[in-house]
């Protein structure tokens, strides 16, 4: 019943690319996935491409359309980019960047912990999202000026379950990189309550 249901959806609904909306199976079509440039890594700083072109119509479906289906091929970009780099064999845990109570509540999911989930699923490292939490909500980083971007966050994040964290190499995972306030912060809490090291994975990077 339920695949008959999915038949008469796709039939009058056809599943297309959420970039290009070529029709197909693919939610992020064979012409578009290609488009993405993987850019060198840092040490302790990684983002997959910048933020731009298909891979910035793809993070906007998926975190403000809602469409979670996408978190399966950005997902898999993660995974691709954590693959080529040998770094990710002494990572403990990965922790999303969380949202607010409010702020989940309002979209329903956490996109980065989609994410977060997807990479588990391929490398084997934990993902572990009741750690640390956003005790503040917030206003969005992108809608403030520069040197406000900081003081938003200052002491917004917190560790519950220092335990856990002490010694731990953690992949802090975010969705988009824009000043590195966000990021930072979270780094600091993490550090404060005993983490060994804290590196820093994006799917994407403000230009
Ligand atoms: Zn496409």
């Known amino acids: 019943m339920a695949a008959l249901a ?3 959806l796709n039939i009058f609904f056809p599943p297309k690319c959420e970039v290009c909306g070529t029709i197909g199976y693919e939610v992020f079509c064979r012409k578009c996935l290609p488009q993405v440039t993987y850019l060198t890594p840092s040490i ?5 491409g910048e933020y731009d072109g ?7 479906r998926f975190k403000f359309k809602k469409r979670k289906k996408l978190a399966g091929p950005l997902g898999m970009l993660l995974v691709e980019y954590l693959n080529r780099h040998l770094w990710k064999n002494h990572l ?10 409010k702020r989940l509540s309002e979209r329903g999911f956490n996109q980065t912990e989609l994410l977060a989930l997807k990479i588990t699923e391929h490398c084997h490292i934990p ?10 909500d917030t206003k969005p980083q992108f809608d403030l000026p520069k040197q406000q ?6 002491g917004a994040f917190v560790v519950r379950g220092k335990k856990l ?12 990189y824009t000043t590195g306030a966000t990021t930072a912060e979270c780094t600091k809490a ?6 060994k090291s804290v590196h820093i994975l994006t799917l994407s990077r403000t230009l």
């Open 190 to 195: 993490l550090k404060a309550a005993g983490a």
């Open 127 to 136: 993902t572990v999202s009741g750690l640390l939490f956003r005790k503040r």
């Open 54 to 60: 298909v891979l910035k119509k793809a993070i906007k």
């Open 165 to 176: 964290i002490q010694d731990k190499n953690i992949l802090l995972l975010d969705d988009i």
């Open 92 to 101: 403990d845990m990965i922790i999303p960047v969380p949202l607010h109570t």
């Open 6 to 8: 999915g038949q008469l």
């Open 44 to 48: 302790f700083f990684h983002a997959v």
């Open 149 to 154: 971007r900081l003081f938003n966050l200052r």
